[in-house]
């Protein structure tokens, strides 16, 4: 049995914890993003104790720069068991090079080891009993949409941006799809909007959407909307929802 928390899902200069989830089991979790504000959060809740793997889907600040202070933390509770850190390309030396901007030569007292590994556009890994599978989207910068699968069960994260026909076949027939929506309309071409999102859970590529990561001026537009749709039938709640932080999906 494994349980999926959300940790976050703000956007990157909102109040809100930036977009983060949590895949807890008995005795080993997957980070997937680690955004700035998200350290704080695990640290609270002594969660970050089973990370073992964290999945970066891009190198924004708001996905990624939590890992630093995280990595030193660690060192501080003298952590002895590996930790992974996987993402897109590029991934080992941007987090090397944070590492070291942060906190200058800091690596050399680690007692653990750190396993980089890079996932190309269209790739595949395993972590354990669970599948990893990636697809490219359309962000200012390379983004990894992830579809986990285990025990049968399966879900899949955006990160940012606007699917790609791989993406959006990539997650053909999961329970849950977390899709980054910053705008109400269709406006940025790096993110997806509320509009796209509608006409996804629609089509029924996924049995159940939840929106994260919409941008702080744009949450009670798209709340509206969205109550609006459920009350006039134009969607069901279950096919598409609003996420909240510290929502929890058992699997
Ligand atoms: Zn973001
Ligand atoms: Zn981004």
Request: proline share 4%; charged share 20%; hydrophobic share 35%.
């Amino acid at each position: 049995m494994k349980n999926l928390l959300i940790v976050g899902n703000g956007e990157a200069f909102s109040e809100e914890c930036n977009t983060s989830f949590l895949l807890q089991s008995a005795d080993s979790s997957i980070l997937i993003d680690c955004g700035y504000q998200v350290p704080p959060r695990l640290w609270a809740g002594d969660l970050h104790q089973n990370i073992d793997l964290v999945l970066l889907t891009h190198h924004h600040a708001d996905h990624s720069f939590g890992v630093v202070p995280l990595l030193v933390r660690y060192l501080e509770e003298k952590r002895t068991r590996p930790l992974k850190i996987w993402g897109p390309a590029g991934t080992e030396t941007f987090i090397k090079s944070l590492l070291e901007h942060g906190y200058p030569g800091v690596s050399k007292y680690f007692k653990y080891t750190i396993e980089f590994a890079e996932f190309g556009a269209l790739d595949s890994k395993k972590y354990g009993d669970v599948s990893i599978r990636c697809a490219p989207t359309v962000h200012s910068i390379p983004n990894l949409l992830y579809r986990l699968d285990f025990d049968g069960r399966s879900f899949s994260i955006s990160g940012d941006g606007k699917l790609t026909p791989e993406a959006v076949e990539l997650i053909q027939g999961v329970e849950l799809h977390l899709q980054e929506v910053y705008e109400l309309n269709n406006n940025i071409p790096s993110h997806y909007s509320f509009s796209e999102v509608l006409q996804l859970a629609q089509s029924d590529v996924a049995a159940s959407v939840g929106v994260t990561h919409m941008c702080r001026n744009e949450i009670s537009v798209i709340t509206e909307t969205y109550d609006k749709l459920v009350r006039e039938n134009e969607i069901e709640k279950d096919k598409l929802f609003i996420t909240r932080s510290g929502q929890t999906f058992e699997f």
